[in-house]
Structures are given as C-alpha cells and as structure tokens.
C-alpha cells in the first residue's frame, strides 16, 4: 500500500515510512563511527574513503529509490510481524525460504532487507579481491542498509505507528530526534565503541541482530505516547520527551549498527585476501 500512495502522491506515506532510513545524517555518522571500530591498517584505507562512503551511504535512498522506484524501496526494511509473531522462531532465514513460505507477493511487501545486506557484503568483496575501484560504493550502499537494519521501525508492519494511534512517529523519531541530536550522540557513541570482529556466519547474525532490535519498535510507540502528554507531536515539548524516552535505544542502536558495519567491512576485507 505505501507504493500505491506514494505513486498517487499521497506525500507523508512517502515521507513517513521507507522514503527515508535514519536520516541523512544518521547513515553518514554511522560510516564514520564503523571505520573507527577497524583495526589500524584497515582503517586506514576505509578513512581515505571517507567522504565517498558518506555520500554512498546516502544513496539508496535518493539515487537508488529514484532509479528503481519500488524495487529499490522494499530493499530497505522487512516487516518481521507481517510474517510471524514474536520471538520469530524458525523465520525463514533465505530469499527462497521465505517465498516457500508465505509467497512472493507478501515477501515483497514485506520487504527483503537482509538479503540485501548479504548481496552487498558478496558484492564487496569480489570488488575488493578484484582490486576494483567500485569497493567504496557497495561498502557505502552496504552501510545504508546496515543501518536500517537497526531502526526497529523498519521492522514492523506497523512502521509509521498507523496501527497503533501514533502515525507519523517514523519521520517525528528519525528527524526530530535523531537526526537532530546525531552530531551529539556520535561523540557520545564514539568514546566507547568496540572493535570490529570477523564474522564467521553473517546470515545468522544478521537475523539475530533483527530479532533483538525488532523490540525498540514497541518502545518507540510507547514513548510516543508518553510524549504526546508533554506535547503536541513536533512541539519541543514532545521532541524534548521522546528524545529522553528513545535515548538509551538510539544510542544503542546507531553502535550495534557501526560495529556491525565495521565487522562486515572487516570480514570482505579479510575474505578477498587483504
Ligand atoms: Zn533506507
């Protein structure tokens, strides 16, 4: 349904739910973050491509979703709850498997996310074992998608709080809140991160990491409401409350994504033979 409205116009379904991932802030600092979690010399070589990756990570949401329209949008989110209820036991864990099971019509509404991530990270690292050039842009692409993969309302069927008496909370939390306080937090975020880690089965991880973030979409709604008691949704007073409320989350949630970033990096990087 968000495709239909979004092709007749109808602008805030657009706005609100996969039109934007974190904000444009939010991807960038999130690159950032996972290059320092690298060890030394492979740091190095992610650093001089700062800038590139930035505005890679970026791109799918502008370039990419504005070449391929919807089959560019459904790449960023996977609505765990269309599929099964929580604790999500024998999710389908393949493109196949899924489409096995629930059919591809219904896989394609509710969004095929992780098997993004896992192409990317084989893009990146044929590029790398290549020696092609072209590495930055799947490590930037691989970056956006990393980090939607923990903005627990991508996560959801309920992903712009329209189910729940929230609509709207999707572009209210990404913007208002952490977008806005994004330079602030990737100070705070930056003091303490851990280091990047090989990692030996990105596919089971990958889920795991789903299937512990999915819960921050019932918190998020949670803490709209409590915020609409301070406030007017967008007043200060509300963004004030729900930065307070999703703080912890955001935090975690912007340093479980940078060190799994940077451990993908690491592993393309170790997998080509660098
Ligand atoms: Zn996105």
New binding site residues.
Partial sequence: MRYVACLLGIGWVCATS?A???GDRTHPAIVRLAISTLPEEVEREFRRQTRKLERFSNE??SVLREREGRVEAI???IDLDGYMSPPFEGFPRTYDKAVERIGKRKVEKYGVLPWVILRFERQLRKALAAGDEDWVRQAGYLA??V??AYQPL?LTIDYDGQLSGSKGIHRRFENDVVDARMMFNERRIGFDIPEALLVEDLREKLFTALFATYPGSTAILAADKTARGAGKPGSTAYNDKLEAETDELIRRQIRDASVMLGSIWLTSWRGAGK
Avoid: I
Wanted: proline share 7%; aromatic share 22%; no cysteine.
């Fill in positions: 996969t934007h991932a974190w799918p949401d790449r960023h989110f956006h998608y980090g939607d991508h």
